[in-house]
């Protein structure tokens, strides 16, 4: 007789959150990056202050006379709310009986082998769906699902445009220096750091874009001065290409053949940044969460129809949060 998984060690909802928390993680190149930093909260809201920095020189004053004031700047705060990503599976009796397990010859599978099997798999979708949310942050807006409906645009909620700037990179055009353009991309974002450092700039680019970039004739020429043809041959420049002080990279992502970066364009963002970016996490809705510090997974398990069958059930309720969407600038490529 296979162990009742509902009473037996390692399936209180404490345990299954601890074990799916623990499954290998299967991240996207956004997540591997690191630059979301992971915040608890204790409710699905929660506010940034905003406060237009003021700067400005000051003057001096004769000796004894009054002394000029301080000016801070504008004060408001923004609401956010996390969304509540819930998702469920079932595994019946009937789907286990005489099923031999995976990789096996003779070894019937177990229910507890199933629910595993089923948990990896529920969890490897709700990655994929954070690495989807962590690029649309890079982005400027954050996308559901359906990537329609928009579920928080961050140039709005700060009162901001979106930088986009368009980068000549037609074969044709021999006298434009790519060289220069980043150079004005780098001077753009120091010039609206608002106080943050950063130490470096990376561009996550599409295939076109990419392919368009290398190929510029300034950059071919640069090449063809300092390498061999063979060094060139030898290299793959889509993992991290770095030029004029920012770091090109490919970035391929795509779920049922949607995008995440559009053809022709690319997205720049400042790296090492302290509080720019981060993973807000808000608790399940489960009476035994309630006012705890949220963590990225839970999941629990419940019996059904006569213990005929176990519903399960897995959240993540993250909110990619950038706080200086001013630094994010889209780049479309002319070719």
Known sequence: MYPNPLTGNGYSLTELTQAINVLPNMYGRVTQMGLFTTRGLT???????????????????????????NQMGKSRTIPFVVPHTPFED????????????????NVAESVNSRVNDKLQVMKNKIDQTMEFRRMGALKGIVYDADGETVLVNYFESFGIQQQVMSWDLRKTNTTTLVRDMVVDLARYMEDHAQ????????????????????????????????????QV??????????????????????????????????????????????????????????????????ARQANQDMNRGIDLHVQSNILPMVTRPGLLVKLVAQV
């Open 43 to 69: 409710t699905p809201t929660f506010t940034i202050e905003y406060r237009d920095g003021v700067l400005a020189l000051v003057p001096t004053t004769p000796w004894g006379g009054p002394a000029p004031k």
């Open 195 to 230: 106080g943050a450092t950063f130490t470096g700039i990376r561009v996550l680019c599409s295939p076109e874009f990419f392919t368009a970039l290398i190929s510029a004739p300034s950059v071919e020429r640069i090449y063809a001065a300092s390498l061999s043809l063979a």
């Open 90 to 105: 079932l595994v019946k009796a009937s789907e286990v009986m005489g099923i031999r397990a995976f990789g096996t010859d």
């Open 233 to 298: 041959a030898a290299q793959d420049l889509r993992r991290g290409w770095q030029f004029a002080g920012a770091t090109f990279e490919e970035y391929r992502g795509v779920v049922n053949g949607n995008k995440f970066i559009e053809p022709g364009a690319a997205y720049a963002f400042p790296e090492g940044t302290t509080d720019m970016f981060s993973d807000m996490v808000a608790p399940a809705d489960f009476l035994e969460t309630v006012n705890t510090v949220g963590i990225p997974y839970y």
